[in-house]
């Protein structure tokens, strides 16, 4: 992420567009332009507010309604249904029943009650914080530069410079009901002020009019960021101790760390990693402050919250390569799991929650970069974002002043909050391949990307490995759009090329970690007489079916090893691998090597948790490559029947009477990848063929 000084915020107001819009649409678009751009606000950080005239369900009256963004949203990606809805009035009524600082959390209970239009979006903590500031519209973000002012020791003194008298300041305290009261007192008494700046956490806007508050809050940031860069001391972080590695070789790096790291953290639950070597990254990692600055943590409690307590730095040598670091490793995570459990104990309240798990988020390599862990790759990429954030703070509050992070009895305190306690427990069960990665082979192919879809639909994040790279990339593509931006990520790959193989799997664990689940499925088809079988055809079969098969299997088998937590290698054979065909000996014959492959894996996989199982479909025409060319002529001459008959021909042919398609296969591959579902289950195939005699189990 590039901070503010690499380009002037923009206004991107469009005058027509609002015209068009009611003023619940008015805060919804504001609300989406400024979280667009994580110079202005993290993801899921701040929020937006306008009070609207709104006319009673019950009375008719006109009322004051505050919409204001709910619990757990984004203003960035946010819809209108995103955004609590409250009776000013009732709002007001909460100052007599409010008790002080010792009874913050009740007051949350109360908001429901407050609810306008039985509107079922819960009411955010900062929603006090909106209420009581008198203007209609109001903006919270957590901008980089003004976190950066608000995060020095001499943070209040530093906002006068900055702003002269147009904003107040507030010391750091949690959101809340006494913080929505301060905000909207400072209001009062200052009229001459348009915003506030929150100690330690972020900025408060506020106008009477949707596009003057929307343009405000670029104005005070670009103000922040322009002051910043005009008094900051050069060079930042007092210059580079350590010099980066070329591109490569710190992918190189990430690539062989990451699976090590994740085998260390991921036994109790599953992980996925991110890899950041953004320059603001480098700098920072690389810098004379990085020892001093990176275990104080961050100060923003959205920064917090996602990067946990401090950093794990892992030391790394170019001179005595990365088996040092890696050798390393054991110690370095048990001492941060240990560290981590004494601060709960330093700081823990009589009715603190449990431990959470005390393994380290973010971990930094001078060097190479930073690598992130969590439970799911969208996680894992914003808590990187996150520190991103925190570094650019740093960079511009040590650049003007000193960086002061946020008290570890307040990070504490948030961290275990009951209220965010509650928050957790109510997000839903994760789905069955949560944490888990996958590579599918012949992904851009009709079965290849049935499978890859099933597997995404249950949590995984999955690898779209094919030669047509191109096709990949648009498989992959369209995938994103359905299941998030994190979700597919297309490769190039000949499974017959070793080194495309190796190179996958490599980039496989420099994007996510490492590997859980891989669904051997590239292939091809082709049909002769034994007599008009030629070597090259016979070799172009072996190539693929068998050579490729094992390539993939034995890399993704490595990879599982070194992880040592297990995982799943699942080929997609064929009825024709169990049943001779005539006139397709070549194919048959790849087909059964297949089979017979997964089994002596089986045998070997078992000791370290890794099962190996075959899925063997029939004549599964449509959306398939092998049947749009010579192996849909071929088979309907072998059958005498014309090609458009093909399908009708197979479905007679099966004992169910049945058509199998791409989506079935995909389930087969579901059951054989989900630990719950077929953990007992390993040297076995299952036949989805819609029943073929031939093709039982003997």
């Known amino acids: 992420m590039a901070d503010i000084s690499a380009g002037r915020l923009a206004n991107l107001w469009d005058d027509a567009h609002a015209a068009t819009l009611d003023e619940p649409g008015l805060l919804l678009y504001r609300s989406n332009l400024l979280g667009s751009d994580l110079r202005i606000t993290n993801f899921g950080g701040g929020n937006t507010s306008a009070k609207v005239v709104h ?32 009776y000013m009035t009732k709002l007001e009524h909460l100052r007599s029943l409010y008790r002080g600082l010792a009874h913050e959390d009740e007051m949350v209970g109360y908001l429901p009650h407050c609810t306008f239009a039985l509107n079922p979006r819960a009411a955010s903590i900062d929603t006090p914080l909106h209420a009581f500031v008198p203007f209609r519209h109001v903006d919270h973000v957590h901008p980089d530069a003004v976190i950066a002012i608000a995060a020095s020791q001499n943070a209040e003194a530093i906002t006068k410079q900055v ?45 009477d009019d949707a596009k003057a508050c929307y343009a405000l809050t670029l104005e005070i940031i670009q103000q922040a960021q322009d002051w910043l860069d005009a008094n900051a001391r050069k060079p930042a972080f007092g210059g580079a101790k350590v010099q980066s590695l070329p591109k490569a070789e710190r992918e190189a790096v990430a690539a062989a760390l990451m699976p090590e790291i994740r085998a260390r953290i991921s036994k109790e639950s599953p992980k996925i990693g991110h890899f950041d070597d953004s320059d603001a990254v480098l700098e920072f990692v690389g810098s004379v402050e990085f020892d001093r600055l990176a275990p104080m943590g961050t100060s923003c409690p959205d920064h917090f919250l996602r990067t946990k307590i401090a950093p794990l730095v892992i030391p790394f040598d170019a001179s005595a390569g990365v088996g040092a670091s890696i050798a390393a490793l054991d110690g370095l995570v048990a001492d941060y799991a240990a560290g981590y459990a004494a601060y709960y104990e330093r700081c823990k309240r009589a009715d603190s929650p449990a431990m959470r798990d005390p393994n380290a988020v973010i971990h930094l390599v001078p060097g190479v970069g930073l690598i992130s862990f969590a439970k799911d790759k969208t996680t894992a990429r914003q808590a990187a974002e996150f520190y991103v954030n925190a570094i650019n703070v740093m960079r511009g509050a040590t650049g003007v002043d000193a960086y002061v992070a946020l008290p570890e009895q307040e990070a504490f305190d948030i961290e275990y909050w009951l209220l965010e306690e509650a928050k957790l427990q109510r997000m839903p069960k994760p789905k069955a391949l949560t944490g888990k990665v996958a590579v599918v082979t012949g992904g851009a192919g009709g079965i290849g990307a049935a499978i890859a879809d099933r597997l995404m639909a249950e ?63 590239a292939g091809i088809s082709s049909a002769a007489a034994v007599e008009d079988t ?34 799943s290698l699942i080929f997609i054979g064929s009825k024709n691998g169990v049943a001779a065909s005539a006139g397709a000996s070549a194919y048959c014959t790849a087909k059964a090597a297949e089979i017979h492959l997964a089994r002596c894996m089986a045998l070997e996989g078992a000791a370290h948790g890794i099962r190996v199982n075959v899925v063997n479909p029939d004549a599964v025409l449509r959306g398939s490559k ?33 058509s199998v398609f791409p989506e079935d296969i995909a389930e087969a591959v579901q059951f054989f990848a989900n630990e719950t579902l077929s953990g007992k289950s390993t040297g076995n195939f299952l036949n989805v063929d819609a029943g073929n005699a031939q093709s039982f189990t003997r």
């Open 55 to 86: 006319k009673d369900p019950l009375t008719g009256e006109d009322v004051e309604v505050l919409w204001v963004k709910g619990s757990g949203g984004d203003i960035g990606s946010m819809k209108r249904d995103g955004f609590s809805t409250l």
């Open 163 to 207: 702003y002269g008298g147009r904003m107040g300041f507030l010391p750091w305290q949690r959101p809340g009901f006494d913080l929505g009261l301060k905000l909207g007192e400072m209001a009062r008494a200052h009229p001459g002020y348009v915003g506030v700046v929150l100690g330690g956490h972020g900025v408060f806007t506020w106008a």
């Open 459 to 521: 949590g995984a994040v999955v690898m779209i490995a094919d030669r047509d790279g191109a096709a990949a990339e648009d498989v992959a593509s369209g995938f994103r759009k359905k299941w998030g931006k994190d979700a597919a990520h297309a490769i190039t790959m000949d499974v017959t090329r070793e080194e495309d193989v190796i190179r996958t799997f490599a980039e496989t664990a420099r994007l996510h970690g490492g590997v859980d689940i891989v669904v051997n499925n």
């Open 534 to 567: 030629t070597l090259d055809l016979w070799n172009h079969n072996m190539s693929i079916l068998a050579t490729g098969y094992f390539l993939v299997a034995r890399e993704g088998y490595r990879l599982m090893k070194r992880q040592g937590f297990g995982g």
């Open 626 to 658: 092998i049947w749009q060319g010579e192996w849909r002529q071929q088979r309907a001459a072998n059958n005498k029947i014309a090609e458009d008959d093909l399908e009708e021909f197979y479905r007679n042919r099966s004992l169910l009477k049945r």
